[in-house]
Antibody, heavy 121, light 107 residues
């Protein structure tokens, strides 16, 4: 059974950093693109980052580029999101998601339960 | 960036109704569009990928279609469990973008 379990969320002050983790199991992690998607309170879904199977390619929207870094450890079947210079607008539930296949990397077929990040003083 | 416009933003329908939700793309994205069902307190659930393909385990009353730059998610006969917010996502070009969502409620 495919499982994605996020951790590392919490309350953080503006300008500080936080690192999210996603532990994957039930599939060969190194074969799949992975991504982070977030939902701010009472807002819609927003794609945050994607990483290739080897980790050599990463992609971000302008809203987080230069502040967030997605990474992975295939030996540990783990995905990470390092978030720096956090802003109040980064307050959201963050989901870890798996890209379905090489031809459908943007189709997220499995999602974690989500982890809440609150940026507030 | 590619913009996806979902319509309507909210709607209500009766049990058994045929319901169609629309997602219009600002640029050509081919079939690189997926649909997700999102209920409060749960992660999004994949429904449709590559515009017309049903995700694993999704009931056959759901279907996806495309006409030019307009994409639709159709429920042939609405059931109570279908109430949720539905989002489309384009993954043809970075940055990938979601539509604003359609909230579907029971009348």
């Amino acid at each position: 059974e495919v499982q994605l379990v996020e951790s590392g969320g919490g309350l953080v002050q503006p300008g500080r950093s936080l690192k999210l983790s996603c532990a994957a199991s039930g599939f060969t992690f190194s074969n799949y693109y992975m991504a982070w998607v977030r939902q701010a309170p009472k807002k819609g879904l927003e794609w945050v980052a994607t990483i290739s199977t080897s980790g050599s390619r990463t992609y971000y929207p302008d809203s987080v580029k230069g502040r967030f870094t997605i990474s992975r450890d295939n030996a540990k079947s783990s995905l990470y999101l390092q978030m720096n210079s956090l802003k109040s607008e980064d307050t959201a539930t963050y989901y870890c998601a798996r890209g379905h296949s090489y031809a459908q990397t943007g189709y997220f077929d499995y999602w974690g339960q989500g982890v809440m990040v609150t940026v507030s003083s | 960036d590619i913009q996806l416009t979902q319509s309507p933003s909210s709607m209500s329908a009766s049990l058994g109704d045929r319901v169609s939700l629309t997602c219009q793309s600002s640029q050509g994205i081919g079939n690189y569009l997926s649909w997700y069902q999102h209920k409060p307190g749960k992660p999004p659930k994949p429904m449709i990928y590559y515009a017309t393909n049903l995700a694993d385990g999704v009931p056959s009353r759901f279907s996806g279609s495309r006409s030019g730059s307009d994409y639709s998610l159709t429920i042939s006969s609405l059931e109570s469990e279908d109430t949720a917010i539905y989002y489309c996502l384009q993954y043809d070009e970075y940055p990938w973008t979601f539509g604003g969502g359609t909230k579907l409620e029971l009348k």
